[in-house]
């Protein structure tokens, strides 16, 4: 959202070494953008890079993009540019080091992005 709190549809999911998913709940994650990126098509600024921590499960990661550029634009189908694509991740979990992969999608950046969820 425009004043930094996350929207409804906001959400992530932690899968355990076992691939076991774990919704976490949107009011539970702390996040802080690390870096930005600007897109030299449309002019929009995505965050690039972020540290999450959460209490439960006992998080705190680093996570960077695998590529700056991975906007897309759709104009022939939903006409939404968003960010979507790879990410790396370094951290703790219950104090221990983690690593691992993951994926982000960002919405709402190169213009306002409400449809129903």
Do not use: C
């Not at 995505?46 to 996570?63: E, K, M, N, R």
């Not at 006409?79 to 691992?100: L, N, Q």
Request: net charge negative; no cysteine.
């Amino acid at each position: 959202e425009p004043d930094g709190r996350f929207h409804p549809a906001s959400s992530a999911t932690f899968v355990n070494p076992e691939g076991k998913g774990a919704h976490i709940a949107s009011g539970s994650i702390r996040l802080e953008t690390t870096a930005t990126w600007e897109s030299p098509e449309t002019g929009a600024t995505y965050p690039s890079g972020w540290t999450l921590s959460t209490a439960a499960p006992d998080l705190v990661l680093s996570i960077s993009p695998t590529l700056a550029d991975q906007e897309m634009q759709t104009p022939l189908t939903t006409d939404v540019v968003y960010w979507e694509g790879a990410v790396s991740v370094t951290g703790t979990a219950g104090g221990r080091p983690v690593e691992g992969n993951g994926y982000v999608e960002l919405t709402g950046y190169d213009r306002a992005f409400d449809a129903p969820m």
